[in-house]
Protein backbone atom coordinates (compact mmCIF):
# COMPACT_ATOMS: atom_id res chain seq x y z
CA UNK A 1 0.00 0.00 0.00
CA UNK A 2 0.87 3.65 -0.55
CA UNK A 3 -0.48 6.74 0.24
CA UNK A 4 -0.51 9.66 -1.79
CA UNK A 5 -1.29 13.21 -0.80
CA UNK A 6 -3.77 15.32 -2.40
CA UNK A 7 -0.98 17.33 -4.48
CA UNK A 8 0.46 14.03 -5.88
CA UNK A 9 -3.37 13.09 -6.74
CA UNK A 10 -4.27 15.26 -8.74
CA UNK A 11 -0.86 16.03 -10.39
CA UNK A 12 -1.22 15.88 -13.90
CA UNK A 13 1.81 12.75 -14.68
CA UNK A 14 0.17 11.13 -11.32
CA UNK A 15 -0.98 8.01 -13.59
CA UNK A 16 1.85 7.84 -15.81
CA UNK A 17 4.26 8.14 -12.58
CA UNK A 18 2.32 4.58 -11.16
CA UNK A 19 2.21 2.94 -14.28
CA UNK A 20 5.65 3.61 -14.94
CA UNK A 21 6.73 2.25 -11.78
CA UNK A 22 4.99 -0.72 -12.70
CA UNK A 23 6.48 -1.58 -15.86
CA UNK A 24 10.11 -0.52 -14.70
CA UNK A 25 10.02 -2.74 -11.88
CA UNK A 26 8.04 -5.13 -13.68
CA UNK A 27 5.11 -5.22 -10.36
CA UNK A 28 1.92 -6.91 -10.82
CA UNK A 29 -0.53 -4.33 -10.52
CA UNK A 30 -2.59 -6.98 -8.32
CA UNK A 31 -0.10 -6.41 -5.87
CA UNK A 32 -0.30 -2.72 -5.11
CA UNK A 33 -2.67 -0.84 -3.21
CA UNK A 34 -3.36 2.83 -3.94
CA UNK A 35 -4.65 4.48 -0.69
CA UNK A 36 -5.86 8.32 -0.84
CA UNK A 37 -8.15 10.11 2.24
CA UNK A 38 -11.49 10.61 2.40
CA UNK A 39 -10.90 14.40 1.74
CA UNK A 40 -8.53 13.82 -1.32
CA UNK A 41 -11.68 11.99 -3.09
CA UNK A 42 -13.64 14.31 -2.48
CA UNK A 43 -11.97 17.49 -3.23
CA UNK A 44 -12.74 16.89 -6.75
CA UNK A 45 -14.89 13.92 -7.28
CA UNK A 46 -15.04 13.67 -10.78
CA UNK A 47 -11.48 13.83 -11.08
CA UNK A 48 -11.41 11.18 -8.36
CA UNK A 49 -13.63 8.94 -9.82
CA UNK A 50 -11.63 9.28 -13.02
CA UNK A 51 -8.39 8.50 -11.75
CA UNK A 52 -9.84 5.60 -9.62
CA UNK A 53 -11.29 3.74 -12.32
CA UNK A 54 -7.92 4.32 -14.28
CA UNK A 55 -6.27 2.84 -12.16
CA UNK A 56 -8.64 0.08 -11.43
CA UNK A 57 -8.66 -0.51 -14.89
CA UNK A 58 -4.71 -1.43 -14.88
CA UNK A 59 -5.13 -3.82 -11.86
CA UNK A 60 -4.73 -1.36 -9.04
CA UNK A 61 -6.68 -1.49 -6.45
CA UNK A 62 -7.70 2.38 -4.33
CA UNK A 63 -8.59 2.22 -0.81
CA UNK A 64 -10.05 4.86 1.10
CA UNK A 65 -7.77 5.76 3.92
CA UNK A 66 -8.54 7.56 7.55
CA UNK A 67 -12.54 6.93 6.26
CA UNK A 68 -14.96 8.20 9.06
CA UNK A 69 -13.07 11.44 9.91
CA UNK A 70 -13.74 13.22 6.85
CA UNK A 71 -16.80 14.37 5.51
CA UNK A 72 -19.86 12.41 3.52
CA UNK A 73 -18.13 9.31 4.34
CA UNK A 74 -21.44 7.00 3.16
CA UNK A 75 -22.40 9.03 0.17
CA UNK A 76 -18.27 8.33 -1.30
CA UNK A 77 -19.53 4.31 -0.78
CA UNK A 78 -22.14 4.72 -3.04
CA UNK A 79 -20.26 7.21 -5.61
CA UNK A 80 -16.54 6.39 -5.23
CA UNK A 81 -15.68 3.13 -6.87
CA UNK A 82 -13.30 2.45 -3.75
CA UNK A 83 -11.92 -1.67 -3.61
CA UNK A 84 -11.72 -0.85 0.47
CA UNK A 85 -12.03 1.72 2.97
CA UNK A 86 -9.92 2.00 5.96
CA UNK A 87 -11.29 2.87 9.56
CA UNK A 88 -9.48 5.45 11.16
CA UNK A 89 -7.68 4.56 14.08
CA UNK A 90 -9.18 7.50 16.16
CA UNK A 91 -12.84 4.75 16.34
CA UNK A 92 -10.14 1.56 17.33
CA UNK A 93 -8.92 3.74 20.09
CA UNK A 94 -12.26 3.76 21.65
CA UNK A 95 -13.88 0.95 20.85
CA UNK A 96 -13.61 -1.32 23.89
CA UNK A 97 -14.93 0.92 26.31
CA UNK A 98 -17.70 2.98 24.18
CA UNK A 99 -20.81 1.47 22.68
CA UNK A 100 -21.48 4.34 20.42
CA UNK A 101 -18.02 3.54 18.67
CA UNK A 102 -19.37 -0.28 18.62
CA UNK A 103 -21.93 0.14 16.98
CA UNK A 104 -20.55 3.15 14.14
CA UNK A 105 -18.03 0.65 13.50
CA UNK A 106 -20.47 -2.17 12.50
CA UNK A 107 -22.38 -0.13 10.91
CA UNK A 108 -19.45 0.73 8.42
CA UNK A 109 -18.64 -2.92 8.12
CA UNK A 110 -22.50 -3.77 7.27
CA UNK A 111 -22.09 -0.97 4.84
CA UNK A 112 -19.05 -1.79 3.41
CA UNK A 113 -20.25 -5.13 3.11
CA UNK A 114 -22.92 -4.43 1.16
CA UNK A 115 -21.81 -2.19 -1.16
CA UNK A 116 -18.68 -4.77 -2.12
CA UNK A 117 -16.40 -2.88 -0.34
CA UNK A 118 -12.95 -4.50 2.01
CA UNK A 119 -13.36 -2.99 5.26
CA UNK A 120 -10.09 -2.73 6.79
CA UNK A 121 -9.47 -1.33 10.56
CA UNK A 122 -6.33 0.35 11.75
CA UNK A 123 -4.60 0.74 15.19
CA UNK A 124 -5.71 -2.83 17.07
CA UNK A 125 -3.39 -3.20 19.95
CA UNK A 126 -4.88 -5.74 21.64
CA UNK A 127 -6.90 -8.68 21.63
CA UNK A 128 -9.88 -7.47 23.17
CA UNK A 129 -10.31 -5.04 20.09
CA UNK A 130 -9.45 -7.80 17.97
CA UNK A 131 -12.20 -10.48 19.28
CA UNK A 132 -14.84 -7.56 19.21
CA UNK A 133 -13.70 -6.80 15.45
CA UNK A 134 -13.89 -10.61 14.29
CA UNK A 135 -17.46 -11.23 15.91
CA UNK A 136 -18.13 -7.70 13.72
CA UNK A 137 -17.15 -9.53 10.91
CA UNK A 138 -14.61 -7.03 10.24
CA UNK A 139 -12.30 -7.96 6.71
CA UNK A 140 -8.50 -7.21 8.16
CA UNK A 141 -7.29 -5.97 10.93
CA UNK A 142 -4.58 -4.01 11.09
CA UNK A 143 -2.13 -2.92 14.13
CA UNK A 144 0.79 -3.07 16.15
CA UNK A 145 -0.94 -6.28 17.88
CA UNK A 146 -0.28 -8.05 15.06
CA UNK A 147 3.19 -6.40 14.42
CA UNK A 148 5.37 -2.88 14.53
CA UNK A 149 7.14 -1.48 11.69
CA UNK A 150 10.13 -3.77 10.77
CA UNK A 151 13.02 -3.62 8.84
CA UNK A 152 12.83 -5.44 5.05
CA UNK A 153 15.20 -7.88 6.50
CA UNK A 154 12.81 -9.16 9.04
CA UNK A 155 9.74 -8.90 7.23
CA UNK A 156 10.47 -12.20 5.18
CA UNK A 157 11.13 -14.26 8.36
CA UNK A 158 8.18 -12.56 9.68
CA UNK A 159 6.25 -13.61 7.55
CA UNK A 160 7.01 -17.63 7.47
CA UNK A 161 7.11 -17.42 11.34
CA UNK A 162 4.15 -15.24 12.56
CA UNK A 163 1.34 -17.18 14.44
CA UNK A 164 -1.59 -15.33 12.80
CA UNK A 165 -0.92 -16.05 9.15
CA UNK A 166 -4.27 -18.11 7.29
CA UNK A 167 -3.43 -20.84 5.40
CA UNK A 168 -4.25 -19.16 2.03
CA UNK A 169 -5.75 -15.87 3.29
CA UNK A 170 -4.90 -12.45 5.01
CA UNK A 171 -3.85 -12.00 8.23
CA UNK A 172 -6.71 -11.37 10.89
Known sequence: SVNFSLYEFFSPNFLD?????????????TLIEVEITETTSQTNQFMSIQII?????????????DFGIGYS???????IPFDGIKVDKSFTDSLIEDEKTRAIIKLIVELGHMNDIEVIIEGVDSQDQVDILKKMKMDTIQGFY???????DQYEAFLKDNPYERKGGKMS
Do not use: A, C, Q
Open 53 to 65: KRLKDKGVRVLMD
Open 146 to 152: YSRPIPF
Open 17 to 29: FVTGLLDRYKIPP
Open 73 to 79: GIDNLRK
